[in-house]
T-cell receptor, first 115, second 115 residues
Framework: AQSVTQPDIHITVSEGASLELRCNYS??????LFWYVQSPGQGLQLLLK??????LVQGIKGFEAEFKRSQSSFNLRKPSVHWSDAAEYFC?????????????FGKGTHLIIQP | NAGVTQTPKFQVLKTGQSMTLQCAQD?????MYWYRQDPGMGLRLIYY???????DKGEVPNGYNVSRLNKREFSLRLESAAPSQTSVYFC??????????????FGPGTRLTVL
């Protein structure tokens, strides 16, 4: 069965500093990978996704993520965070070509931005 | 274009009461999903529907039933609510279907408390 691990429950970053959120997945074949962001009291918004091709993917709000097959990782990065980036971030994996049976989510990383 | 809508936004039930959570999407998506979100647990799939007329169990289906009323609507029913079902419930939809995975789009959530 597929699984997703987000090792950091909480991360605190100063405004303007760079950010990296870690995501490791377990899946026997090529996965489809996603990062979602959830602001307090809101639903989930897609930041970016990787299906195939270039392993460095660009998303909304200045985020990017790199798929590293050898490390089973899909880490999310941003060069300079803004106070509005404070939120919960979820990494998720879906079955490539497997279709409609839902995503498996990590438990989330809570990002705190210090002024 | 409203995307994925959910009603109600908030609900308080007593143990043993029943209720139905409603979800609708206007994106002509094939697949729809119900997840629950609990603190520190990420999102877990309850049920999904890969196409109109089909439903399947996810990771945590016990205590729930679903109905795919038509292509737009997917409801989640709690027949006899229990305190363990206190959670935030998210509906999602995707253009993916069997053999094709695609991005899932989420509704704003329903916050349910069972006393």
């Amino acid at each position: 069965a597929q699984s997703v691990t987000q090792p950091d429950i909480h991360i605190t970053v100063s405004e303007g500093a760079s950010l990296e959120l870690r995501c490791n997945y377990s899946y026997g074949a090529t996965p489809y990978l996603f990062w979602y962001v959830q602001s307090p009291g809101q639903g989930l918004q897609l930041l970016l996704k990787y299906f195939s091709g270039d392993t460095l993917v660009q998303g909304i709000k200045g985020f990017e993520a790199e798929f590293k097959r050898s490390q089973s990782s899909f880490n999310l990065r941003k060069p300079s965070v803004h106070w509005s980036d404070a939120a919960e971030y979820f990494c998720a994996v879906g079955r490539a070509g497997g279709g409609a049976d839902g995503l498996t989510f990590g438990k989330g990383t809570h990002l705190i931005i210090q002024p | 274009n409203a995307g994925v809508t959910q009603t109600p936004k908030f609900q308080v039930l007593k143990t043993g009461q029943s209720m139905t959570l409603q979800c609708a999407q206007d994106m002509n998506h094939n697949s729809m999903y119900w997840y629950r979100q609990d603190p520190g647990m990420g999102l877990r799939l309850i049920y999904y529907s890969a196409s109109e007329g089909t439903t399947d169990k996810g990771e945590v289906p016990n205590g729930y039933n679903v109905s795919r009323l038509n292509k737009r609507e997917f409801s989640l029913r709690l027949e006899s609510a229990a305190p363990s079902q206190t959670s935030v419930y998210f509906c999602a939809s995707s253009s993916g279907t069997w053999g094709f995975t695609d991005t899932q789009y989420f509704g704003p959530g329903t916050r349910l408390t069972v006393l």
